[in-house]
């Protein structure tokens, strides 16, 4: 597992502490687990000359920040009204049982962390989850399993090769 140069990353943001959030945003998606570790947040409150409790408390109050390491792939279902009047619950099942795991849980690979959000910010295509930066929409249950197994095989087949 690489390590996050929090330093070069904090250097690109020019130390500018008004900037917080993108930062952390920065050195999460710089980890393999997508988290904020805690040797990172160290480093962090160090370098920018603030409080570990200032970085805890923005890491914490945002749900795309984590604090706990996740999965390769982010999937993310959206819970607002939009989309659980157009069938989330149905969407969130199949999920679970293609993953094996429930909201909040990484798979046994770590390969996918699944995430329940309240807004993805695409009611006009309800039901709807993100996947790492891809939105998918108007979604059936039989579509979800069918992009989880997809990435699952690019992902086998990126380790045969």
């Known amino acids: ?3 996050v140069d929090v330093q070069d990353i904090i250097n690109r943001f020019d130390n500018d502490k008004a900037l917080l ?6 050195v999460q998606d710089a980890h393999p687990q997508k988290y904020l570790s805690e040797k990172a947040v160290n480093e962090i409150a160090q370098t ?7 970085v805890y408390s923005t890491a914490s109050f945002y749900s795309e ?17 939009p989309c659980e009047n157009a069938g989330k619950a149905l969407l969130l099942t199949a999920i679970e049982q293609e993953l094996g795991i429930t909201v909040g849980q990484t798979t046994l690979d770590g390969l996918f962390t699944l995430e329940s959000v309240s807004c993805l910010g695409a009611c006009y295509m309800s039901p709807a989850m993100k996947i790492d930066d ?3 929409g108007y979604l059936t249950p039989g579509e979800v399993v069918s992009i989880i ?4 095989k690019e992902y086998r087949n990126e380790q045969i090769a």
Not at 21 to 26: E, G, I, R, T
Not at 48 to 54: A, E, L, N, Q
Request: aromatic residues 4%; charged residues 25%.
């Open 1 to 3: 597992m690489k390590n």
């Open 21 to 26: 959030l993108p930062f952390l945003l920065a």
């Open 48 to 54: 920018m000359k603030i409080s570990r409790s200032r």
């Open 65 to 81: 920040i984590s604090l706990k390491p996740r999965g390769i792939h982010l999937v993310r279902v959206c819970a607002n009204s």
């Open 134 to 136: 891809e939105i998918y």
């Open 149 to 152: 197994q997809k990435l699952r």
